[in-house]
């Protein structure tokens, strides 16, 4: 089961790149996120499928040309772990930016019940998840 896990996640991931329905699609609709490192007026957590759509939404607004890539996944059982990093060009500057993080989803019958995004690294997001590499 945590092998098809991580391939939510990772189907998930790249979903959000192609359209923004496809990738709610992965959502529970009471899914809660929370993102540490979210940009100024975007929401640092959802509830449920409009929340996380209205948050997407403000985010792809302040940037052009968005996008993420997996850089790793990994399956800790209870959660999957994945180290992606970001790119894109901000609306308002035309400023090139890219950026790496971790993040920690909690996957159930095939769909994203909970993600906490924004962890600076690897040991950050192991500790918050109560595992130490």
């Not at 996380?52 to 792809?60: D, P, T, V, Y």
């Not at 035309?94 to 600076?120: F, H, P």
Request: charged share 30%; with cysteine.
């Amino acid at each position: 089961m945590s092998q098809e896990n991580v391939e939510v996640v990772r189907k998930a991931i790249e979903a959000r790149n192609r359209d923004l329905e496809e990738w709610l699609t992965f959502f529970h609709p009471a899914a809660h996120t929370s993102d540490r490192l979210t940009v100024a007026g975007v929401p640092t957590e959802t509830q449920g499928l409009d929340e996380l759509r209205r948050a997407h939404e403000e985010w792809i607004e302040v940037f052009d040309d968005f996008g993420m890539e997996v850089v790793e996944l990994l399956d800790l059982d209870e959660l999957i772990l994945a180290e992606v990093r970001f790119h894109g060009r901000g609306g308002a500057s035309g400023a090139r930016v890219t950026a790496s993080q971790v993040d920690l989803y909690r996957v159930c019958e095939g769909l994203i019940v909970e993600q906490r995004a924004g962890y600076r690294s690897r040991e950050e997001a192991l500790e918050a998840a109560g595992l130490s590499e």
